[in-house]
């Protein structure tokens, strides 16, 4: 699309869009800096809610909790997700492809609490069944893994309804077969999709309070749902530490993640150009 | 039988790689997606017991006869208009629909400006809408909290500065705060989902021809009449994308009504909460989540529909 006449419409817009999705979240920060409980006054500046945090032995329990399981989500859910978007954008139809995409595209947008119940009456029934019951952090493992590889799903598939498929050809008619093709070829080209739903994954996974509420059993805890536990009862000191943390944590992470995706598309792009220019 | 050939016939029955790739992933979601529903299907049929599992078997089997029993009693409580139900499913649909509209106005603005932005902005621009929901869904709706409150300063600033007045006399608003409001809910769902409708949108806008704009302005088009025109019917499947992944989500949306809206917010993924956690009434839970699905189904099929087509790559 062509560049509109009038510049001050778009500046006031992307401003106060901008400010929308981030004043909130900068208010939070600076706020964990304050020295008082009461979040009415500001009674100066201080680390001692950090402190507290770091302090507090079944908040870092949680944390460790939800990065494990975090981790366990993103790479089954790559590994399935990536699979489920080969058959959806790489193979002919076959009987029951359009099932498979109704379950691959329905969690995107099913409710929490539809997903979280039915999963636990599914681990219940089970039980039931062949007498063993997956529970705390297995279960919320799965039922995360359920719902992230969609997510992965469409992320890889839209980067591999983009990729050229003569190059994928070009290795056949070479003599190179499909599962060839697709560790030497395809794979390295998606990665950066990869890598961004791995993250993604990971993230959904940490964010997750309503689902893991339902089948986590009372075993074990994660750090949403201790934090959603202490902010039902109204605003905590520690949690304007913690969000913080997790902001700064995060966004870091993604600013870097996205210069090396942006650094490495840039080279492909010079790549390309070499060879084209080679070949000419 | 020699044996290449019985290595042929192994290779023949053995399921190739294209269907280890189709299966796996298949049958996951089966188990943990697809069948998962039917069993809530099950139990919402069952009688509420005092067990563990605290439910019924609808089948019982007794020597060589198998009854069925089907007990609809959790259906007809959520019938019954008295019991409020039904309240909760039209409330949640009128929170979800309006917080969706003005989510709509909010993302449609910013993904049209960033659509025409050059390229490197644009990428840079798309980050930052994108960059809050990669931290954490309920630190961004507990931030809220401290805003809206009556007695933080922002929610000082607002009583000065003559808002809350303005908000009260609207009627959008009883008390002297913006906390534990339906009106607090909707800005937590456009806060939320925010980035769920730019996105859609975005994909679709960036792909616009900028030519038939230019050509609508040389035959004597007002900049809003071409955009009515050509640019917003063209933005539709984009519209349709964002809506639904916005709308259907906050219909059955937990997190912001509890936090923010106030006990008044009657919203029905609380009500299937408090069934399933405080009253353990496991069936009638389920019976719940089945309505709901009901209720979703032709949305989600037409989300479904329109991700499909845009995932083999067909342009809508």
Known sequence: MSVGRARWPTWIILGSGFAFLYLPVLLLMVWSFNSSRLATVWAGFSFKWYGELLRDASMLEAAWVSLRIAFWTATASVVLGTMAALVMTRMRRFPGKTLFG???????????????????????????????????????????????????????????????????????????????????ITLPIISPALVSGWLLAFTLSLDDVVIASFVSGPSSTTLPMKVFSSVRLGLSPKINALATLMIVIVSVCAVIGWWLMYRSEQRRRLDMQLALQDNG | MSAPTVFGLLRRITPGPRWGVIGIPYLWMLVFFAIPFLIVLKISFARLAIAMPPYTPILEVDNAEVALKLNLSNFLQLGALQNGYIAAYLSSLKI???????????????????????????????????????????????????????????????????????????????????????????????????????LPLYTNLVKHDGRLLEAAYDLGARPWKAFLKITLPLSRAGIIAGCMLVMIPAVGEFVIPELLGGPDTLMIGRVLWNEFFANRDWPLASAVAIAMLVLLLIPILVFNRVQQRQIEGRLT
């Open chain 1, 102 to 184: 109704g379950l691959i595209t329905a969690p995107l947008v099913m409710p929490d609490v539809i997903i979280g119940l039915s999963m636990l009456l599914m681990f219940v029934s089970l039980g039931d069944l062949f007498h063993f019951q997956p529970k705390g952090m297995v279960s919320i493992w799965i039922a995360h893994t359920t719902f992230a590889l969609a997510f992965v799903a469409v992320v890889v598939s839209s980067r591999m309804a983009e990729l050229d498929k003569s190059l994928e050809e070009a290795a056949m008619d070479l003599g190179a077969n499909r599962i060839k093709v697709f560790f030497l």
């Open chain 2, 96 to 198: 979800a629909a309006i917080a969706t509209l003005l989510t709509l106005l909010v993302g449609y603005p910013m993904a049209y400006v960033i659509a025409r932005l050059p390229p490197s902005g644009r990428n840079i621009a798309m980050m930052l809408v994108v960059l809050p929901s990669w931290t954490s869904f309920l630190i961004r709706v507990y931030a809220w909290i401290g805003i809206l409150k009556s007695s933080g300063p922002v929610g000082r600033l607002l009583e000065k500065t003559g808002v809350i007045d303005a908000l009260q006399s609207l009627g959008w608003i009883e008390g002297r705060q913006i906390l534990y409001t339906p009106l607090a809910t909707y800005i937590g769902i456009v806060y939320c989902y925010l980035p769920f409708m730019v």
